[in-house]
């Protein structure tokens, strides 16, 4: 089982950036795939955004309403969309693969597999 996450970078205040997460080594169809990110000196958040496996999606609060995911099955591959970042966006940025029940749950402890990281500077 393989995560792995890409597309952070430096940005502006205001700006959007695109991340994506390739997963590899199981049956992308069966499983949801989360969004975290831990600022620097702080803990990790909560899920941010959740791709379900039924193609529907979810993100809560701090990121709601800036924040989208979506998934390509064929390409086995999860979209985070970031739009009107600001400074407190700044973090590394997980994304986790989890069963389907995680959708409910929204508990960290239930995903499996974590990918490396990405991060993501909002700075002027």
């Known amino acids: 089982v393989q995560l792995q996450a890409s597309g952070g970078g430096s940005v502006q205040p205001g700006g959007s950036l695109r991340l994506s997460c390739v997963t590899s080594?199981?049956?992308?169809?069966?499983?949801?795939i989360g969004w975290f990110r831990q600022a620097p000196g702080k803990e990790r958040e909560r899920v941010l955004c959740?791709?379900?496996?039924?193609?529907?999606?979810w993100c809560g609060d701090p990121v709601k309403g800036r924040f989208t995911t979506s998934r390509d099955v064929a390409k086995s591959t999860v979209f985070l969309q970031m739009n009107s970042l600001n400074a407190a966006d700044t973090a590394v940025y997980y994304c986790?693969?989890?069963?389907?029940?995680?959708?409910?749950?929204?508990?960290?402890?239930?995903?499996?597999?974590w990918g490396q990281g990405t991060l993501v500077t909002v700075s002027s």
């Open positions: 080594g199981f049956i992308f169809e069966d499983y949801a």
């Open positions: 959740i791709s379900s496996n039924d193609d529907s999606s």
């Open positions: 986790a693969r989890g069963p389907p029940a995680v959708v409910v749950t929204g508990r960290a402890s239930d995903f499996d597999s």
